[in-house]
């Protein structure tokens, strides 16, 4: 059982920073395929970035446009998401994803990832 707990939220003005960060336990870290979702209220969880095994496959949602990156340090059993230029829009739950099980890249939809994180805050205002 893998266990995923984020950090980092927050309230922020438009243009701030953030940086969420996402510890794994009770599994291989280093062999799972890791995402962040958000979801807004009244609104679908949305895929904002995910990263392969070994943090060379990268991919993002098209709304982020060069704001955010996603990476990981698996000694550490964390993946990041360094959140730049922020904006009202960004505000949302932020949820770590992990994917274990495909082994075919990083994916998107959120119902092929079996563990998540309680999620955590982030509200962004103008």
């Known amino acids: 059982q893998v266990q995923l707990v984020e950090s980092g939220g927050g309230a922020v003005q438009a243009g701030d920073s953030l940086r969420l960060s996402c510890v794994a336990s009770?599994?291989?870290?280093?062999?799972?395929?890791m995402a962040w979702f958000r979801q807004a209220p009244g609104k679908e969880r949305e895929f904002v970035a995910g990263?392969?095994?070994?943090?060379?496959?990268?991919k993002y949602g098209d709304f982020v446009k060069g704001r955010f990156t996603i990476y990981r340090a698996n000694a550490r059993n964390t993946v990041y998401l360094q959140m730049n230029s922020l904006k009202p829009e960004d505000t949302a739950v932020y949820y770590c994803?992990?994917?274990?099980?495909?082994?075919?890249?990083?994916?998107?939809?959120?119902?092929?990832?079996?563990?998540w994180g309680q999620g955590t805050q982030v509200s962004v205002s103008s």
């Open positions: 994803a992990a994917e274990t099980f495909l082994r075919s890249g990083v994916v998107v939809s959120p119902s092929l990832y079996e563990y």
């Open positions: 009770g599994g291989t870290f280093s062999q799972y395929r």
């Open positions: 990263i392969g095994e070994n943090g060379k496959t990268l």
